[in-house]
């Protein structure tokens, strides 16, 4: 079965500092892959996502994601941390054959010091 | 353009009771998934509906029922509420079903059993 794995349940970085959040999936077949942020109290939002194409992503508020394949790898990153980004990120990959289901990370909540 | 709406926000049941939600997705969108958020779990995906039609269905008991209306408009029911079914249930929304698309979020609505 697919799989998401977010490295750090739990990333603190200072303000103006690069954000990097890892997300790893298993696959034998390129997913469609998402990246989403939650806010407190609020539902999911969508950051970027990839389907096919360009490796490097890039999505709102200044975020980017690359696409690699050979390390089965999507990861998030942020050139420099702002206090508004402070929320939890999830990875999430829609397998192929499985339209309409995102299989999500157990997620990564970030936190930015001032 | 009005988003992904569902009601109630909040809900309290007692344990043994039955629950209705819904959800209301974006104008023209056909594809209505929904997730179940708990600490312990993370977010699961419980089931995708497109026309009418589950196209896809998580591992979740017999007591999580779905169903989606002509206008797209879906509804989720549990019945035999279990103190292990509180949790956020989020719906999302999309234009079309397993194009990578990428889901639009509700806010969705907090169930709590007592």
């Known amino acids: 079965a697919q799989s998401v794995t977010q490295l750090g349940s739990h990333v603190s970085v200072s303000e103006g500092a690069l954000v990097l959040l890892r997300c790893n999936y298993s696959?034998?077949?390129?997913?469609?892959l998402f990246w989403y942020v939650q806010y407190p109290n609020q539902g999911l939002q969508l950051l970027l996502k990839?389907?096919?194409?360009?490796?490097l992503v890039k999505g709102i508020n200044g975020f980017e994601a690359e696409f690699k394949k050979s390390e089965t790898s999507f990861h998030l990153t942020k050139p420099s941390a702002h206090m508004s980004d402070a929320a939890e990120y999830f990875c999430?990959?829609?397998?192929?054959?499985?339209?309409?289901?995102?299989?999500f990370g157990q997620g990564t909540e970030l936190s930015v010091k001032p | 353009k009005a988003g992904v709406t569902q009601t109630p926000r909040y809900l309290i049941k007692t344990r043994g009771q039955q629950v209705t939600l819904s959800c209301s997705p974006i104008?023209?969108?056909?594809?209505v998934s929904w997730y179940q958020q708990t600490p312990g779990q993370g977010l699961q995906f419980l089931f995708e509906?497109?026309?009418?039609?589950?196209?896809n269905k998580g591992n979740f008991p017999g007591r999580f029922s779905g169903r989606q209306f002509s206008n797209s408009r879906s509804e989720m029911n549990v019945s035999t509420l279990e103190l292990g079914d509180s949790a956020l249930y989020l719906c999302?929304?999309?234009?079309?079903?397993?194009?990578?698309?990428?889901?639009?979020f509700g806010s969705g609505t907090r169930l709590t059993v007592v």
């Open positions: 999302a929304s999309s234009s079309n079903s397993g194009t990578g698309n990428g889901y639009t």
């Open positions: 696959s034998s077949v390129p997913p469609y």
């Open positions: 990839y389907t096919t194409g360009a490796t």
């Open positions: 999430a990959v829609t397998p192929y054959n499985q339209g309409g289901k995102l299989i």
């Open positions: 104008s023209g969108h056909r594809s």
């Open positions: 509906y497109f026309s009418e039609t589950q196209r």
